[in-house]
């Protein structure tokens, strides 16, 4: 297999895997002439609530913006200090400061997560991210105490598809990006709750009205996902669970491969069935070398994340200095390798044998 290329994603296999079918639903909507908050937009967050067992999905520009909605639905001027993992796309701090929260970092365990341990004292809202598509333990629904006003919001851009889509706080996030494993070609979001208040909020806040909630008057915008979108992704409604079938399937024979080569993987083998394979990555040492070595290889792939959020400008003063140090060792080692259901199974081979004999 000399001179073989593999990308990190999978998108214009996807892509041509489903061609006639995205064609066929964009014409459909493009010739009805209606191209915003029609039938499809609401098959999409029907099929979106159904498949999070939640009552309402409200479908937004994207995962950003979905997570800046449910954080202005939030913010209580007197007390509105939020949590964020060091480990994560800076987006999720973003979103946050945005609504006019006061951000703090926590610290990671092993895999990435959230240690609850850290939590700024004074946070009243903790934001876990469910790194590479790991689940989230039953620890961060029992942080949610309505006694102290204490309420989880998941970014669950990466993971939600993990744990059969049993969301864990108040409200979630989640993002179809064209890099997700649920992804749309533009871009797109959806807020996910049980809440009627945060639902008559969301929908208001994206077709750019203003409305009244805790002790102030917030201003949305015009974040709205298109009829074209909405249709493609119901395209994709049918083929999710086999895509997912088939991560699973890679992923676990990475996993057992790598373990007899001695070489960890962020995917806690006590749980994996709830994981999602997000991301599929490696903690290894010389983690920059053996990056390279494989784009020699014609392997590409990527570092998530090399540096933590309180390393990032913006959120410099965010961290407690004495509460953080998983999360540098784990930002140095980490490489994530390409993982899509259109590897084919000599190219998994391909991968994971030069990862081994790199390393």
Not at 51 to 60: D, P, V
Not at 65 to 91: F, G, H, W
Not at 92 to 110: I, K, S
């Amino acid at each position: 297999m000399n001179g073989l290329k593999i990308v990190f994603t999978g998108l214009t296999r996807q892509y041509n895997n489903l061609r006639e079918e995205i064609l066929d639903a964009t014409d459909t909507v493009l010739r009805s002439g209606n191209l915003m908050s029609g039938e499809y937009t609401n098959q999409f967050e029907s099929w979106l609530a159904e498949k999070n067992h939640s009552r309402f999905a409200i479908t937004c520009h994207s995962g950003t913006q979905a997570l800046e909605i449910i954080a202005s639905c939030l913010r209580d001027k007197e007390n509105s200090t939020v949590s964020v993992p060091a480990m994560t796309y800076v987006a999720t701090a973003n979103a946050w400061q945005r609504a006019g929260w006061t951000v703090t970092v926590a610290d990671t365990n092993a895999y990435g997560l959230m240690d609850l341990a850290t939590v700024h004292k004074d946070a009243t809202v903790i934001c876990p991210v469910g790194l590479y598509g790991h689940a989230l333990s039953a620890g961060y629904q029992e942080w949610q105490n309505s006694k102290y006003s204490r309420t989880c919001v998941e970014d669950a851009a990466q993971h939600w598809l993990s744990r059969n889509c049993k969301r864990t706080g108040f409200a979630a996030a989640i993002s179809f990006d064209p890099t997700k494993n649920f992804n749309n070609y533009s871009n797109g979001g959806a807020v996910i709750t049980d809440s009627e208040l945060l639902n008559a909020f969301a929908r208001n806040w994206i077709r750019n009205r203003s409305y009244h909630v805790s002790s102030s008057a917030q201003t949305g915008t015009n974040s709205r996902m298109s009829e074209v979108d909405c249709a493609q992704m119901m395209v994709k409604t049918r083929y999710i669970d086999a895509w997912q079938t088939r991560r699973g399937e890679i992923a676990r024979h990475w996993m057992e491969r790598l373990s007899q080569a001695g070489i960890r993987s962020l995917i806690d083998a006590t749980n994996y069935q709830e994981h999602c394979y997000h991301k599929f990555v490696i903690d290894v040492d010389r983690r920059d070398q053996l990056h390279q070595a494989l784009t020699d290889l014609g392997i590409e792939t990527k570092i998530h994340y090399q540096n933590p959020i309180q390393d990032l400008n913006p959120y410099q003063d965010c961290a407690q200095p004495d509460m953080l140090g998983a999360c540098y060792a784990l930002s140095r080692r980490c490489l994530s390798l390409p993982i899509y259901p259109e590897l084919t199974d000599s190219e998994t081979e391909y991968i994971i044998d030069r990862v081994i004999s790199c390393v």
